[in-house]
């Protein structure tokens, strides 16, 4: 293995040992970051394994988290069985390119808590909203919490991608020979793909949002 990989795989281990303890004791990233005294953008990019912290900071999160350094460094599956724990965390997405993996680290801004009882009904992730087309019932700046799945119910609200463009957050409406996305600011008209547009565009349904946590 080179050096390389190695400081990868370490970073992508402390990420998730991390995470694990940022749920545990319900940190937000920017709250852990005061907490540390370190930006915002360091704890992102501890979290999504682009980087390690000295060993200082370590000494400094185990202070924090009541733990020992190997806690924080090595794989134990004690220290990450989510059986123990009420709550899950799941990451969250600025934004998601169609054209890229849902769990792309590069765009974690955040993580938000679901219960167990939801984290067992499938894979999960959480979308910070851009734009006001989705008014009044969801602004821009509030967090969606959304089911991987990619298929989806007439009258469900869902994330879909576009052409190889960010993800967009609509109502479905579904015909027998295509589909409408649907704002429900009425200043936006409904989007409407036949079954060839969907296929040659393409148009891919990627989640349905079950859950809302709109901003203060």
């Not at 004690?78 to 680290?105: G, H, L, M």
């Not at 008209?189 to 148009?203: G, H, M, Q, R, S």
Request: with cysteine.
């Amino acid at each position: 293995m080179s050096d390389i990989e190695f400081e990868r795989r370490m970073n992508d281990q402390f990420a998730k040992n991390l995470f694990f303890f940022l749920n545990k004791y319900q940190y937000t990233q920017a709250a852990f970051a005061k907490q540390m005294n370190v930006s915002t953008a360091t704890v992102s990019n501890w979290c999504n394994g682009l980087k390690s912290p000295r060993m200082d900071k370590i000494d400094h999160m185990c202070a924090i988290f009541n733990c020992s350094r190997s806690d924080l460094l090595e794989e134990k599956d004690i220290i990450r069985s989510q059986k123990k724990s009420e709550a899950y965390a799941i990451p969250v997405f600025d934004y998601i390119s169609c054209d890229k993996t849902f769990c792309s680290t590069e765009k974690i801004i955040d993580t938000e808590e679901i219960p167990e009882s939801l984290a067992k009904t499938g894979e999960f992730y959480a979308l910070r909203i851009k734009g006001d087309s989705m008014e009044p019932k969801i602004s821009s700046g509030d967090v969606v919490i959304v089911r991987q799945q990619d298929d989806a119910n007439t009258g469900d609200t869902v994330i879909a991608t576009i052409a190889g463009e960010y993800a967009v957050c609509k109502r479905l409406r579904k015909y027998k020979e295509g589909l409408e996305l649907i704002s429900t600011n009425p200043s936006y008209a409904p989007l409407y793909f036949d079954d060839e547009t969907i296929k040659n565009k393409p148009v891919k349904i990627i989640g349905k949002v079950v859950e809302l946590r709109a901003k203060f």
